[in-house]
């Protein structure tokens, strides 16, 4: 045998055990793919209630803000309206009551002073 049949030789079982090499290394890269592809099904299948849910409760959510919202906004027009109605009795009951209590603490006055003479 010469040396280029040797080397000839040495360079084709080189060359099969790296297609062979290499076949395995595929093939175990195809299996890890599988494997993973059913994780990601299984996870899939196991999140879309869940989403689902939240999406049901995020729209549950939206529709009780735009109630709490509205009803603020009738507390706030229930606070102003009873502000304006405090403001009101105050300006027209104080000036009667202070007049009033004047009449009332002048009248006693008057009647201590009668008394005294």
Partial sequence: MSAVEL????????????????G??????????STLRDGIDRLSADIRPAIAELQRSA?????????????????RSVSGT?????????SAFSNP???AMSLGAGT??????????
């Fill in 7 to 22: 080397a000839a030789v040495v360079v084709t079982v080189a060359s099969v055990s790296g297609v062979v090499l290499l």
């Fill in 24 to 33: 395995v290394g595929v093939r175990m890269l195809a299996r890890t793919l």
């Fill in 59 to 75: 729209a549950q959510l939206g529709a009780e803000q735009r109630h709490l919202d509205e009803a603020l906004s009738a507390l």
């Fill in 108 to 117: 006693a006055r008057a009647a201590r002073a009668i008394r005294q003479r």
């Fill in 82 to 90: 009873v502000d304006a109605a405090s403001r009101l009795a105050y």
């Fill in 97 to 99: 009551v202070i007049k």
